[in-house]
């Protein structure tokens, strides 16, 4: 019997740790020039734009959707997400500067145990 527990309690370790993490995106806003663009307001959305939401090929769970989020950039102009669900996210980026609005886009494909990577440069 303490064999059939330990060999139960093995595998019961075992599964625990091949839990998938979650997938990340690390977005990068910058200038043309390179430079890091703090306090810039990101979004990250699934669909081709919000007026047309429905049809969107980005979504695994079609009825328990994450349909965007939004943050600000750090000093060194990144933005981190994280998700439930692998899809395909569109990117906006955008900072308004001396009443001036820069924007940029992007796109990621978030998938788990990875983390996507973009840099949106904005002009």
Do not use: H, W
Request: net charge negative; hydrophobic share 40%.
């Amino acid at each position: 019997m303490k064999r059939i527990m330990l060999i139960l309690s093995f595998f019961t370790i075992i599964g625990y740790g091949c839990k998938q993490a979650p997938p990340k995106a690390v977005i990068t806003v910058t200038e043309l020039n390179g430079k890091p663009v703090p306090d810039a307001t990101v979004r990250v959305y699934a669909g081709p734009s919000d007026e047309n939401t429905e049809g969107n090929v980005g979504y695994i769970q079609p009825y328990e959707r994450e349909r965007d989020a939004v943050k600000m950039t750090d000093s060194e102009g990144k933005a981190e997400f994280e998700f439930e669900y692998e899809a395909i996210y569109n990117v906006f980026a955008f900072k308004i500067v001396n009443g001036d609005t820069l924007k940029g886009t992007g796109a990621v494909i978030l998938e788990k145990d990875k983390v996507a990577e973009e840099t949106v440069i904005i002009r």
